[in-house]
């Protein structure tokens, strides 16, 4: 009797397969595209009535992503993959094998996620101060999300702690990571290496699709209360308009859509001001350093294998002129000493 509970099981796997198999195979000849045509189906068009609809027939976007910075890209590849992973975390307990052997059969396209369209003003490789030290809880998450090789071939460094210093004296403070693998550990970069990375790797789902640089947006599209999509303006101030069931704002601070959100008010009682020693050495290899200045403390930390990046807290909401030498001085007579 077992024998044949076992056997039913392996025959409802098999149709199960085999149904999932011919949708598969319908979806992706439906979808397959060049890649001009994936851009044409992404953008939709606003009807005389306001209605948000698509411009061809065979669909538009799932979801609209504003911003391709850290949390843009990562979403986008997440969700890119989303119907993977959901197969395989069924299928995992009881049928892994049978789903691998299948596969192999059946030619199962189980790379199948949802449709993204990324929006980003600039895709070049940005120069930014942010986001530069990588804890190893984020890089966990990274090998989590499958995005652990974005911080490969970026030059990037490993970072097992901190090293403190005040008054003459320091001490070191390093990561608790004897339980985990050799790999894991903080990592340092240039932000911008890695943001290419992530939008690599996001870029090379078969359903995700970046608009092309200098696509601007400039409001949400909205019907009844309930946010369609969004508008936006290309390069020569076109105004188009693309829809999706989900839309998500990720475009940074300087968004330009937050405030239609919400009204947060943000004190900000401090800056960083940063700056690239070049083929120097820290006391503490592979460690953060915190000087416990005063009026402020000010970071070191190595983004390549021979950068240092020097981050200087600068109090107040005005930040000391570089053009005409205020900061210069700052640097000269309040920090350095």
Not at 39 to 45: E, F, G, I
Request: hydrophobic share 40%.
């Amino acid at each position: 009797m077992v024998d044949l509970y076992v056997l039913g099981w392996i025959i409802c796997a098999v149709l199960s397969l085999a149904a999932l198999r011919n949708f598969a195979f319908t979806r992706k000849n439906c979808c397959a595209s060049s890649e001009t045509g994936a851009t044409r189906r992404a953008v939709n068009v606003t009807t005389a009535a306001g209605e948000c609809r698509s411009s061809s027939r065979d669909g538009a976007v799932d979801i609209i992503i504003v911003g391709a910075g850290v949390a843009g890209s990562v979403l986008a590849h997440t969700l890119g993959k989303m119907v993977v992973l959901h197969l395989h975390s069924i299928f995992a307990s009881n049928l892994k094998l049978l789903v691998v052997s299948m596969n192999k059969q059946f030619d199962l396209d189980l790379e199948d996620g949802r449709r993204v369209l990324v929006i980003e003003r600039d895709l070049s490789e940005q120069d930014r101060i942010v986001g530069e030290l990588l804890q190893p809880e984020g890089y966990l998450k990274l090998i989590e999300l499958g995005l652990e090789d974005c911080v490969e071939k970026i030059d990037a460094q490993q970072v097992f702690g901190y090293a403190l210093f005040k008054d003459g004296k320091h001490t070191r403070l390093s990561y608790p990571l004897e339980k985990f693998h050799s790999d894991v550990a903080g990592r340092s970069f240039h932000n911008g290496r890695f943001i290419q990375r992530m939008r690599e790797k996001a870029a090379s789902l078969p359903k995700y699709w970046f608009l092309p640089s200098f696509r601007t947006v400039t409001s949400l599209l909205e019907e009844k209360g309930v946010i369609k999509g969004v508008h936006y303006k290309t390069k020569d101030s076109q105004e188009l308009s693309a829809c999706a069931p989900l839309t998500i704002v990720c475009d940074g601070c300087f968004s330009n859509l937050r405030r239609s959100l919400c009204n947060p008010k943000v004190d900000v009682p401090y800056h960083f001001v940063g700056l690239i020693l070049e083929n120097c050495e820290l006391p503490c290899a592979n460690h953060g350093h915190v000087i416990l200045g005063d009026p402020s403390p000010v970071l070191f930390y190595r983004i390549s294998s021979s950068e240092i990046r020097c981050l200087v807290d600068v109090p107040g909401q005005k930040v000391p002129s570089i053009s005409n030498g205020e900061m210069t001085n700052y640097l000269k007579t309040v920090v350095a000493p």
